[in-house]
């Protein structure tokens, strides 16, 4: 498949219509992201394994989980899981110049391979910890994405976010499954929405 090829599959069938997001999908490269020996499958709609057993979402996933975080130019954005760092790249098309991405990976070599990938990207600031208790230096945010699969949904993560924020997040007991949750933030009741089945490498809690 070829780019174009994925963004025609989406807007044919509705899957993505946001024009942020899709214009940030057009813009980032994610051959640049992907293992060398992985370039030629940049743009089959499929995870691809990184280093560490760990991967990068398939496109579909990335640009599901973008256009339900609703994010846009100016935001404060923390991301959990920064892997190859091609969602934050994404995020920080959409943010522009005037926002910025806050991602977190935890392990060093995952690290060393975004902050490679990243070079180009000056609004995104990569930080080698673990994020699962989130950033509370930099909280509150606009907008929190966690790239990989919760067991539950973290408190410390809910207050690191402003009131009207939304936080996305892949939670589930079992290793194979999980449901997107997207949760608004509100002065109230916090409203979920379950976005459907996804697969995630787990997050890491100490
Ligand atoms: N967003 C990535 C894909 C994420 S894969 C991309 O665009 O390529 C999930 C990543 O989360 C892995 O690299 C894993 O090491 C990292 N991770 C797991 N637990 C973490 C934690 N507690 N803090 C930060 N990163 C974590």
Redesign the pocket.
């Given at each position: 498949m070829q780019k174009q090829d994925l963004i025609n599959y989406w807007k044919d069938n509705y899957i993505i219509t946001d024009k942020r997001a899709l214009e940030a999908f057009r813009r980032v490269p994610r051959e640049n992201?992907v293992l060398p020996q992985y370039k030629d499958q940049s743009y089959e709609d499929i995870a691809l394994p990184?280093l560490?057993n760990?991967?990068?979402?398939q496109p579909t996933t990335?640009l599901i989980m973008t256009q339900a975080l609703e994010a846009k130019p100016g935001q404060k954005i923390l991301?959990?899981?920064?892997?190859?760092?091609?969602?934050?790249a994404i995020l920080s098309e959409i943010v522009k110049e005037k926002g910025i991405i806050y991602t977190?990976?935890?392990?060093k070599e995952?690290y060393d391979f975004?902050k490679n990938n990243l070079i180009k990207y000056k609004n995104i600031k990569l930080l080698h910890?673990?994020?699962?208790k989130g950033l509370s230096k930099f909280a509150p945010f606009d907008r929190i994405i966690v790239?990989?699969a919760a067991k539950k949904i973290p408190d410390i993560l809910l207050e690191q976010l402003k009131t009207q924020g939304i936080l996305l997040i892949p939670v589930g007991e079992s290793f194979y499954v999980q449901q997107m949750l997207k949760i608004k933030k509100t002065k109230e009741k916090n409203i979920i929405e379950n976005l459907g089945d996804f697969v995630?490498?787990?997050?890491?809690?100490?």
């Open positions: 992201f990184t560490q760990q991967t990068i979402s990335v991301e959990v899981g920064a892997g190859s760092g091609y969602q934050a977190t990976e935890i392990l995952l975004a910890t673990d994020g699962s790239t990989a995630f490498v787990p997050l890491r809690q100490g």
